[in-house]
């Protein structure tokens, strides 16, 4: 059938994937009647509830999403950066039925097969000495919890967390959170200290190499930590690739530097894996790429794509053991919950079976980041291009040269116009997009062909076409910095 993004100029793509699920009819009484309702009674999150009109989603099958007005889109997005098998894993959604049939909750005082098969499940992929895992319902309760066991483990209460970081909304996270999201909760506990970590495209230690970047970055941590007295500190968190706040993936060196620091002055070194674990990197945790083992590990997102609610806390030998005797304050009615731990089974025998660990290395080393690179060859708006396995950012600017963004940070409204024209574009072509800022990220599920990527680049292309109109290469009349009266 014909729909929306069907359009006549669709002849310049590739031809549509053969994955492509076939899209249902349109059905605007349902579309309106979900409208309608979710305006009336659904409070969105981060969102100013008068200027948001959700777009209701009828259905879902592997890198596909579609709406009731016919259109479907391929999901670069993987929803929030969780959907890490794709949408509707025929074996996840009969392991979560089955294990609905069997026990659908219990206690997490009880011991239950499905907690106690993914606990042992995800010890055995973890790093080093982390062999418990505490279960909790998402990302920012991970993180929570392990800052609670570091400050409990050290005695001490700081807690280093760096500027460009998000680790999720609860009261404790969003203060270990470094960026715009956290402002609206301000006052927040007292005992985070803010540090600048490595970032070569805008470097804060005005690096010209990554080696540089590296080597200064470290330097820097190392003065925040001897001016905070190190005694005081019980825990540095960061997000071993910094996903929302730009894929700043570590220059060489610098994870194993602040693996060094942390040894040196006995602070724990906490890795927020919520959105780089789990396949996303192409390995279980990202820090396997550098082969640095933290001493918590935080989870959430990718452990089950998200068909049901659940993260948590990997725990090293030492933490755990100093909650032997002594009581570990903290838990959570849903701890474990067997639903979403069932789902955690199935969906890591998924990642083996089929094999998702290569493919997406071979993805990203083969397929997105040569042809994300080759965007950037055609295209003025395209500042940089970087990431790893299928984790990526695509950071658009004004100008090459001056690196100005395609809008300035934390832009809204008519000054992030730019980038509203290039997502509304991406959307017009049946591509959905992760955009963040000046960046569109590429971030698909996993489990996305070779021939679905091309496409959906494709796609980027075509949308990248707006951005370049904002570039100062778009010459005189653009609507750039030089233009006067903006
Ligand atoms: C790195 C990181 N940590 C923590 C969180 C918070 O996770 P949740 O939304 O499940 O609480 C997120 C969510 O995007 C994240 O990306």
Request: hydrophobic content about 40%.
């Amino acid at each position: 059938m014909t729909t929306r993004n069907q359009r006549p100029d669709r002849a310049e793509l590739p031809p549509l994937p053969a994955t492509a699920p076939p899209v249902p009819a349109p059905d605007p009484e349902t579309d309106a009647r979900i409208r309608a309702a979710d305006r009336a009674h659904v409070f969105h999150s981060w969102s100013a509830q008068g200027h948001i009109a959700p777009l209701p989603i009828a259905g879902a099958a592997g890198s596909w999403f579609w709406d009731y007005s016919g259109d479907r889109y391929l999901d670069f997005s993987s929803q929030l950066v969780n959907v890490n098998i794709g949408h509707q894993h025929p074996k996840l959604v009969a392991g979560i039925a089955e294990q609905a049939a069997r026990l659908a909750t219990v206690s997490p005082a009880f011991a239950n097969d499905a907690r106690a098969e993914a606990a042992r499940l995800i010890a055995e992929v973890a790093p080093g000495d982390l062999n418990r895992v505490f279960f909790t319902n998402g990302g920012a309760e991970a993180n929570e919890h392990a800052v609670r066991m570091a400050r409990a483990h050290t005695g001490r209460h700081k807690v280093m967390a760096a500027y460009r970081s998000y680790h999720g909304a609860t009261a404790g996270a969003i203060a270990l959170t470094g960026e715009p999201r956290r402002w609206g909760s301000e006052p927040v506990a007292p005992g985070v200290v803010r540090y600048w970590g490595p970032y070569p495209y805008r470097s804060a230690f005005h690096a010209g190499t990554e080696e540089e970047e590296s080597a200064r970055a470290l330097e820097h941590l190392r003065r925040t930590m001897v001016m905070e007295g190190p005694h005081t500190i019980a825990a540095l968190v960061l997000e071993t690739v910094v996903g929302t706040n730009g894929i700043l993936v570590p220059p060489p060196g610098y994870l194993e530097g602040v693996r060094a620091l942390c040894d040196e002055f006995g602070v724990l070194l906490i890795a927020d894996e919520v959105m780089a674990g789990f396949g996303r990197c192409g390995e279980w945790f990202a820090v396997d790429h550098w082969g640095v083992v933290p001493d918590l590990i935080t989870f959430a997102k990718g452990i089950n794509s998200g068909y049901v609610p659940l993260g948590g806390v990997v725990i090293s030998d030492a933490v755990a053991d100093t909650f032997r005797d002594r009581p570990y304050p903290g838990g959570l009615t849903y701890s474990g919950h067997p639903l979403a731990c069932a789902s955690a089974v199935v969906s890591m025998g998924v990642f083996r079976e089929e094999n998702i660990l290569e493919h997406v290395r071979t993805l990203g080393e083969k397929v997105i980041g040569p042809e994300l690179r080759a965007l950037a060859e055609r295209h003025p708006s395209v500042g940089d291009v970087r990431g790893l396995g299928v984790f990526w950012a695509v950071e658009l600017v004004r100008d090459r040269e001056t690196r100005e963004p395609l809008v300035p940070f934390n832009a809204s409204g008519a000054d992030a116009a730019p980038m509203a024209e290039f997502t509304a574009a991406c959307k017009a072509g049946g591509l959905w997009p992760f955009a963040h800022f000046n960046r569109t990220h590429v971030v698909p599920p996993c489990t996305i062909t070779e021939e679905e990527v091309r496409y959906g680049i494709a796609l980027l292309d075509r949308a990248l076409d707006v951005a370049d109109r904002h570039t100062t290469a778009a010459g005189p009349g653009r609507p750039g910095p030089a233009a006067p009266g903006r």
